[in-house]
Protein backbone atom coordinates (compact mmCIF):
# COMPACT_ATOMS: atom_id res chain seq x y z
CA UNK A 1 0.00 0.00 0.00
CA UNK A 2 2.72 2.57 0.86
CA UNK A 3 4.30 1.80 -1.87
CA UNK A 4 1.53 2.08 -4.38
CA UNK A 5 1.35 5.61 -2.86
CA UNK A 6 4.74 6.27 -2.61
CA UNK A 7 4.66 5.15 -6.60
CA UNK A 8 1.35 7.41 -7.48
CA UNK A 9 3.17 10.55 -5.41
CA UNK A 10 6.08 9.77 -7.83
CA UNK A 11 4.26 10.02 -10.87
CA UNK A 12 2.37 12.78 -10.27
CA UNK A 13 5.49 15.05 -9.36
CA UNK A 14 6.83 13.74 -12.40
CA UNK A 15 3.75 15.13 -14.55
CA UNK A 16 3.94 18.42 -12.73
CA UNK A 17 7.73 18.63 -12.98
CA UNK A 18 6.69 17.50 -17.07
CA UNK A 19 4.16 21.19 -16.92
CA UNK A 20 6.04 23.13 -15.45
CA UNK A 21 9.28 22.49 -18.33
CA UNK A 22 6.78 22.99 -20.90
CA UNK A 23 5.24 25.88 -19.72
CA UNK A 24 8.76 26.90 -19.53
CA UNK A 25 9.56 25.87 -23.61
CA UNK A 26 6.31 27.43 -24.82
CA UNK A 27 6.71 30.25 -23.61
CA UNK A 28 10.29 30.57 -25.13
CA UNK A 29 8.92 28.91 -28.30
CA UNK A 30 5.98 31.68 -28.51
CA UNK A 31 8.77 34.68 -28.33
CA UNK A 32 10.80 33.01 -30.81
CA UNK A 33 7.64 32.36 -33.02
CA UNK A 34 6.55 36.10 -32.61
CA UNK A 35 9.90 37.50 -33.73
CA UNK A 36 9.81 34.84 -36.97
CA UNK A 37 6.15 36.21 -37.54
CA UNK A 38 7.21 39.91 -37.11
CA UNK A 39 10.67 39.08 -39.49
CA UNK A 40 8.50 37.09 -41.94
CA UNK A 41 5.44 39.86 -41.97
CA UNK A 42 7.86 42.55 -42.53
CA UNK A 43 9.70 40.76 -45.25
CA UNK A 44 6.39 40.18 -46.89
CA UNK A 45 4.93 43.32 -46.64
CA UNK A 46 8.48 45.04 -48.55
CA UNK A 47 7.98 42.35 -51.23
CA UNK A 48 4.53 42.84 -51.65
CA UNK A 49 4.47 46.28 -51.80
CA UNK A 50 7.43 46.32 -54.28
CA UNK A 51 5.27 43.93 -56.34
CA UNK A 52 2.42 46.00 -56.21
CA UNK A 53 4.33 49.05 -57.24
CA UNK A 54 6.39 46.91 -60.03
CA UNK A 55 2.88 46.12 -61.53
CA UNK A 56 1.66 49.72 -60.74
CA UNK A 57 4.78 51.13 -62.90
CA UNK A 58 4.59 48.75 -65.60
CA UNK A 59 0.42 49.40 -66.11
CA UNK A 60 1.56 52.41 -66.19
CA UNK A 61 4.20 52.52 -68.60
CA UNK A 62 2.54 50.27 -71.10
CA UNK A 63 -0.74 52.80 -70.93
CA UNK A 64 1.68 56.12 -71.48
CA UNK A 65 3.20 53.83 -74.41
CA UNK A 66 0.00 52.69 -76.01
CA UNK A 67 -1.17 56.59 -75.39
CA UNK A 68 2.17 58.07 -76.98
CA UNK A 69 1.52 55.10 -80.13
CA UNK A 70 -2.31 56.53 -81.13
CA UNK A 71 -0.86 60.35 -80.76
CA UNK A 72 2.38 59.12 -83.07
CA UNK A 73 -0.47 57.69 -85.17
CA UNK A 74 -2.60 61.21 -85.09
CA UNK A 75 0.14 62.81 -86.11
CA UNK A 76 1.40 61.32 -88.85
CA UNK A 77 -2.14 61.54 -89.62
CA UNK A 78 -2.32 65.37 -89.70
CA UNK A 79 0.95 65.36 -91.28
CA UNK A 80 -0.45 63.77 -94.14
CA UNK A 81 -3.20 65.86 -94.05
CA UNK A 82 -1.44 69.22 -94.09
CA UNK A 83 0.77 67.60 -96.86
CA UNK A 84 -2.57 66.87 -98.55
CA UNK A 85 -3.71 70.91 -98.27
CA UNK A 86 -0.25 72.08 -98.88
CA UNK A 87 -0.45 70.45 -102.23
CA UNK A 88 -4.40 71.48 -102.81
CA UNK A 89 -3.24 75.23 -102.06
CA UNK A 90 -0.61 74.14 -104.80
CA UNK A 91 -3.13 73.14 -107.34
CA UNK A 92 -5.25 75.85 -105.85
CA UNK A 93 -2.27 78.52 -106.93
CA UNK A 94 -1.56 76.92 -110.11
CA UNK A 95 -5.06 76.99 -111.59
CA UNK A 96 -5.68 80.54 -110.54
CA UNK A 97 -2.39 81.36 -112.68
CA UNK A 98 -3.95 79.32 -115.48
CA UNK A 99 -7.57 81.04 -115.34
CA UNK A 100 -5.45 84.27 -115.23
CA UNK A 101 -4.02 83.12 -118.95
CA UNK A 102 -7.37 82.02 -119.85
CA UNK A 103 -8.91 85.56 -118.80
CA UNK A 104 -6.24 86.88 -120.97
CA UNK A 105 -7.14 84.92 -123.93
CA UNK A 106 -10.42 85.13 -123.19
CA UNK A 107 -10.28 88.82 -123.14
CA UNK A 108 -8.37 89.05 -126.48
CA UNK A 109 -11.22 87.16 -127.93
CA UNK A 110 -14.08 89.23 -126.67
CA UNK A 111 -12.30 92.10 -128.04
CA UNK A 112 -12.29 90.30 -131.43
CA UNK A 113 -16.07 89.40 -130.88
CA UNK A 114 -16.87 92.44 -129.94
CA UNK A 115 -15.86 93.99 -133.29
CA UNK A 116 -18.02 91.27 -135.33
CA UNK A 117 -20.70 92.15 -133.08
CA UNK A 118 -20.74 95.37 -134.19
CA UNK A 119 -20.31 94.58 -137.81
CA UNK A 120 -23.50 92.33 -137.35
CA UNK A 121 -25.52 95.05 -134.94
CA UNK A 122 -25.83 96.89 -138.37
CA UNK A 123 -27.13 94.38 -139.95
CA UNK A 124 -29.89 93.58 -137.59
CA UNK A 125 -30.86 97.23 -137.64
CA UNK A 126 -33.67 96.75 -139.23
CA UNK A 127 -34.99 94.17 -137.34
CA UNK A 128 -34.44 96.09 -134.29
CA UNK A 129 -37.11 98.28 -134.97
CA UNK A 130 -39.51 96.90 -132.69
CA UNK A 131 -39.11 97.46 -128.64
CA UNK A 132 -40.00 93.63 -128.18
CA UNK A 133 -37.57 92.52 -130.36
CA UNK A 134 -34.84 94.41 -128.97
CA UNK A 135 -36.05 93.87 -125.51
CA UNK A 136 -35.71 90.37 -126.18
CA UNK A 137 -31.86 90.97 -128.47
CA UNK A 138 -31.06 92.69 -125.29
CA UNK A 139 -31.58 90.07 -122.84
CA UNK A 140 -30.05 87.46 -125.89
CA UNK A 141 -26.65 89.83 -126.08
CA UNK A 142 -26.52 89.60 -122.45
CA UNK A 143 -27.00 85.83 -121.91
CA UNK A 144 -24.04 85.81 -124.23
CA UNK A 145 -21.68 87.81 -122.17
CA UNK A 146 -22.77 86.00 -119.26
CA UNK A 147 -22.08 82.76 -120.67
CA UNK A 148 -18.68 83.84 -122.39
CA UNK A 149 -17.91 84.64 -118.61
CA UNK A 150 -18.44 81.63 -116.95
CA UNK A 151 -21.65 82.00 -115.15
CA UNK A 152 -24.47 79.90 -114.68
CA UNK A 153 -28.21 80.51 -114.46
CA UNK A 154 -29.31 79.51 -111.31
CA UNK A 155 -25.66 79.49 -109.57
CA UNK A 156 -24.21 83.04 -110.51
CA UNK A 157 -27.25 84.51 -111.39
CA UNK A 158 -31.49 84.51 -111.64
CA UNK A 159 -33.36 85.56 -114.95
CA UNK A 160 -36.49 87.36 -114.26
CA UNK A 161 -36.73 87.01 -110.74
CA UNK A 162 -39.17 89.09 -108.82
CA UNK A 163 -37.79 90.68 -105.81
CA UNK A 164 -39.62 89.15 -102.74
CA UNK A 165 -38.60 92.08 -100.68
CA UNK A 166 -38.92 95.23 -103.24
CA UNK A 167 -41.33 93.39 -105.41
CA UNK A 168 -39.72 94.55 -108.23
CA UNK A 169 -38.16 92.51 -111.44
CA UNK A 170 -34.95 93.11 -112.27
CA UNK A 171 -33.90 91.66 -115.78
CA UNK A 172 -30.70 89.67 -114.06
CA UNK A 173 -30.12 89.33 -110.70
CA UNK A 174 -26.29 88.50 -109.50
CA UNK A 175 -25.57 86.62 -106.60
CA UNK A 176 -22.70 87.27 -104.83
CA UNK A 177 -21.21 86.02 -101.97
CA UNK A 178 -22.78 86.53 -98.31
CA UNK A 179 -26.13 86.50 -99.82
CA UNK A 180 -25.36 89.86 -101.73
CA UNK A 181 -26.62 90.46 -105.52
CA UNK A 182 -26.64 93.09 -108.20
CA UNK A 183 -29.11 94.01 -110.46
CA UNK A 184 -28.54 94.57 -114.19
CA UNK A 185 -31.69 96.01 -116.46
CA UNK A 186 -31.72 95.26 -120.26
CA UNK A 187 -33.96 97.49 -121.94
CA UNK A 188 -32.66 100.20 -123.46
CA UNK A 189 -33.76 102.97 -125.88
CA UNK A 190 -32.86 102.62 -129.15
CA UNK A 191 -35.59 104.14 -131.65
CA UNK A 192 -33.97 107.51 -131.95
CA UNK A 193 -30.40 105.79 -132.76
CA UNK A 194 -31.99 103.93 -135.70
CA UNK A 195 -33.66 106.89 -137.15
CA UNK A 196 -30.50 108.60 -136.59
CA UNK A 197 -28.88 106.40 -139.30
CA UNK A 198 -31.59 106.56 -141.90
CA UNK A 199 -31.27 110.40 -141.37
CA UNK A 200 -30.20 112.07 -144.43
CA UNK A 201 -29.60 115.62 -143.29
CA UNK A 202 -27.54 116.96 -140.51
CA UNK A 203 -30.33 118.89 -139.05
CA UNK A 204 -32.79 115.58 -138.36
CA UNK A 205 -29.30 113.61 -137.32
CA UNK A 206 -29.19 116.64 -134.22
CA UNK A 207 -32.95 116.00 -133.99
CA UNK A 208 -32.20 112.21 -133.91
CA UNK A 209 -29.05 112.67 -131.15
CA UNK A 210 -31.01 115.13 -128.91
CA UNK A 211 -33.51 112.66 -128.55
CA UNK A 212 -31.78 109.74 -128.48
CA UNK A 213 -29.65 111.41 -125.37
CA UNK A 214 -32.94 112.76 -124.39
CA UNK A 215 -34.41 108.82 -124.02
CA UNK A 216 -31.13 107.60 -122.30
CA UNK A 217 -31.58 109.82 -119.67
CA UNK A 218 -34.59 109.16 -119.11
CA UNK A 219 -34.37 105.68 -119.12
CA UNK A 220 -31.54 106.08 -116.63
CA UNK A 221 -33.29 108.09 -114.28
CA UNK A 222 -36.07 104.97 -114.45
CA UNK A 223 -33.46 102.29 -113.28
CA UNK A 224 -32.38 104.86 -110.49
CA UNK A 225 -35.88 105.40 -109.67
CA UNK A 226 -36.84 101.64 -108.89
CA UNK A 227 -35.71 99.35 -106.01
CA UNK A 228 -32.52 97.85 -107.66
CA UNK A 229 -30.17 99.25 -105.71
CA UNK A 230 -30.59 98.58 -101.70
CA UNK A 231 -28.07 97.88 -99.54
CA UNK A 232 -30.31 97.43 -96.71
CA UNK A 233 -32.25 94.60 -98.77
CA UNK A 234 -28.54 93.03 -99.35
CA UNK A 235 -28.15 94.84 -102.89
CA UNK A 236 -24.81 96.61 -103.97
CA UNK A 237 -24.85 100.17 -104.24
CA UNK A 238 -24.61 100.28 -107.70
CA UNK A 239 -27.26 99.09 -110.69
CA UNK A 240 -25.59 97.99 -113.94
CA UNK A 241 -28.03 99.10 -117.52
CA UNK A 242 -26.71 97.40 -120.50
CA UNK A 243 -26.01 98.98 -123.38
CA UNK A 244 -26.32 96.13 -126.29
CA UNK A 245 -24.17 97.54 -128.38
CA UNK A 246 -20.44 99.10 -128.56
CA UNK A 247 -21.18 101.64 -131.14
CA UNK A 248 -23.97 102.71 -129.54
CA UNK A 249 -21.99 102.95 -126.16
CA UNK A 250 -19.56 105.53 -127.89
CA UNK A 251 -22.59 107.66 -129.59
CA UNK A 252 -23.98 108.63 -126.32
CA UNK A 253 -20.74 109.54 -125.40
CA UNK A 254 -20.19 111.46 -128.64
CA UNK A 255 -23.91 113.34 -128.02
CA UNK A 256 -23.58 113.83 -124.22
CA UNK A 257 -20.29 113.13 -122.83
CA UNK A 258 -21.68 113.51 -118.86
CA UNK A 259 -24.28 111.53 -119.08
CA UNK A 260 -21.93 108.91 -117.92
CA UNK A 261 -21.34 110.72 -114.74
CA UNK A 262 -24.86 111.89 -114.37
CA UNK A 263 -26.10 107.88 -114.95
CA UNK A 264 -22.92 106.87 -111.90
CA UNK A 265 -24.60 109.88 -109.58
CA UNK A 266 -27.28 108.11 -109.33
CA UNK A 267 -25.86 104.66 -109.45
CA UNK A 268 -26.22 103.28 -112.17
CA UNK A 269 -23.25 101.88 -114.35
CA UNK A 270 -23.74 101.97 -118.10
CA UNK A 271 -22.12 98.83 -119.49
CA UNK A 272 -21.38 97.58 -123.14
CA UNK A 273 -21.15 94.22 -123.82
CA UNK A 274 -17.21 94.20 -123.86
CA UNK A 275 -17.30 96.31 -120.74
CA UNK A 276 -19.94 94.12 -118.67
CA UNK A 277 -17.40 90.90 -120.00
CA UNK A 278 -14.94 92.78 -117.69
CA UNK A 279 -16.92 93.41 -114.84
CA UNK A 280 -18.53 89.76 -114.83
CA UNK A 281 -14.97 88.83 -114.77
CA UNK A 282 -13.89 90.59 -112.04
CA UNK A 283 -17.54 89.37 -109.89
CA UNK A 284 -16.15 85.76 -110.40
CA UNK A 285 -13.20 86.59 -109.65
CA UNK A 286 -13.76 87.80 -106.43
CA UNK A 287 -16.43 84.85 -106.10
CA UNK A 288 -13.19 82.35 -106.47
CA UNK A 289 -11.56 84.53 -104.27
CA UNK A 290 -14.05 85.03 -101.56
CA UNK A 291 -14.55 80.98 -101.64
CA UNK A 292 -10.61 80.30 -101.82
CA UNK A 293 -10.32 82.33 -98.64
CA UNK A 294 -12.77 81.01 -96.61
CA UNK A 295 -11.24 77.36 -97.34
CA UNK A 296 -8.16 79.18 -96.07
CA UNK A 297 -9.77 80.25 -93.21
CA UNK A 298 -11.46 76.81 -92.16
CA UNK A 299 -8.07 75.19 -92.50
CA UNK A 300 -6.70 77.95 -90.51
CA UNK A 301 -9.40 77.06 -87.73
CA UNK A 302 -8.72 73.64 -87.72
CA UNK A 303 -5.41 74.47 -87.07
CA UNK A 304 -6.19 76.29 -84.34
CA UNK A 305 -8.21 73.78 -82.83
CA UNK A 306 -5.19 71.69 -83.35
CA UNK A 307 -3.14 73.78 -81.63
CA UNK A 308 -5.63 73.84 -78.69
CA UNK A 309 -5.38 70.42 -78.51
CA UNK A 310 -1.70 69.62 -78.45
CA UNK A 311 -1.75 72.51 -75.76
CA UNK A 312 -4.12 70.48 -73.73
CA UNK A 313 -1.81 67.31 -74.68
CA UNK A 314 1.33 68.90 -72.96
CA UNK A 315 -0.79 69.90 -69.95
CA UNK A 316 -1.96 66.44 -69.43
CA UNK A 317 1.14 65.26 -70.37
CA UNK A 318 3.31 67.10 -67.85
CA UNK A 319 0.50 66.13 -65.20
CA UNK A 320 0.88 62.69 -65.34
CA UNK A 321 4.72 63.28 -65.29
CA UNK A 322 4.45 65.16 -62.28
CA UNK A 323 1.94 62.48 -60.55
CA UNK A 324 4.76 59.86 -61.84
CA UNK A 325 7.39 61.42 -59.96
CA UNK A 326 5.58 61.78 -56.45
CA UNK A 327 4.69 58.26 -56.84
CA UNK A 328 9.02 57.57 -57.42
CA UNK A 329 9.58 59.83 -54.19
CA UNK A 330 6.96 57.90 -52.40
CA UNK A 331 8.61 54.64 -53.52
CA UNK A 332 11.87 55.99 -52.63
CA UNK A 333 10.86 57.18 -49.21
CA UNK A 334 9.60 53.49 -48.56
CA UNK A 335 12.22 51.70 -49.36
CA UNK A 336 14.68 54.04 -47.37
CA UNK A 337 12.93 55.73 -44.50
CA UNK A 338 10.40 53.00 -44.18
CA UNK A 339 12.44 50.25 -44.31
CA UNK A 340 15.56 51.63 -42.12
CA UNK A 341 12.85 52.46 -39.22
CA UNK A 342 11.38 48.86 -39.71
CA UNK A 343 15.19 47.52 -39.58
CA UNK A 344 15.67 49.19 -36.64
CA UNK A 345 12.81 47.52 -34.66
CA UNK A 346 13.70 44.44 -36.19
CA UNK A 347 17.55 44.88 -34.85
CA UNK A 348 15.96 45.54 -31.07
CA UNK A 349 13.69 42.85 -30.94
CA UNK A 350 16.30 40.50 -31.77
CA UNK A 351 18.86 42.06 -28.83
CA UNK A 352 15.93 41.38 -26.86
CA UNK A 353 15.44 37.82 -28.23
CA UNK A 354 19.67 37.65 -27.46
CA UNK A 355 19.75 39.14 -24.23
CA UNK A 356 17.09 36.60 -22.63
CA UNK A 357 18.72 33.66 -24.22
CA UNK A 358 15.85 32.80 -26.54
CA UNK A 359 16.88 30.47 -29.23
CA UNK A 360 16.10 31.36 -32.74
CA UNK A 361 14.63 27.92 -33.37
CA UNK A 362 12.26 27.45 -30.14
CA UNK A 363 9.26 28.43 -32.29
CA UNK A 364 10.22 25.70 -34.97
CA UNK A 365 11.27 23.04 -32.23
CA UNK A 366 7.51 23.81 -30.70
CA UNK A 367 5.60 23.48 -33.43
CA UNK A 368 7.71 20.24 -34.46
CA UNK A 369 6.51 18.41 -31.20
CA UNK A 370 3.28 16.25 -31.09
Known amino acids: MDT ?15 WLASRLNMRDSVKALTSDLITGGVKQLNEAAA ?15 TKKELIDQSLVSMNEKLEQVSALVTDLNMDRERKFGELTNQLVTASSETTKLRETTEQLRSILSNPAARGQWGERMAED ?15 QVVSAESGTRPDFTFLLPNHVTLNMDVKFPLSSYLAYLDCTTDDARRSCATQFTRD ?6 EVSDKDYV ?12 FVPNERVLSFLNECDASAMDDALKRRVVVCSPFTLYAVLVVIRQAMDNFNFERATSEMLDLLGAF ?40 TKIEEVRVRQGIAADAAATVIDSP
Not at 230 to 236: I, K, V
Not at 317 to 334: I, P, R, W
Request: hydrophobic letters at 40%; charged letters at 30%; aromatic letters at 8%.
Open 216 to 221: VRNRIK
Open 230 to 241: NPERGTLDYVIL
Open 51 to 65: DSLSRYTAENQTKLD
Open 307 to 346: NKQWDEFVKSFEGVESKLESLQDAFTALTTTRRKQLDRVL
Open 4 to 18: TIAFGLGVLAGIIAF
Open 145 to 159: VLRAAGLVDGINYRK
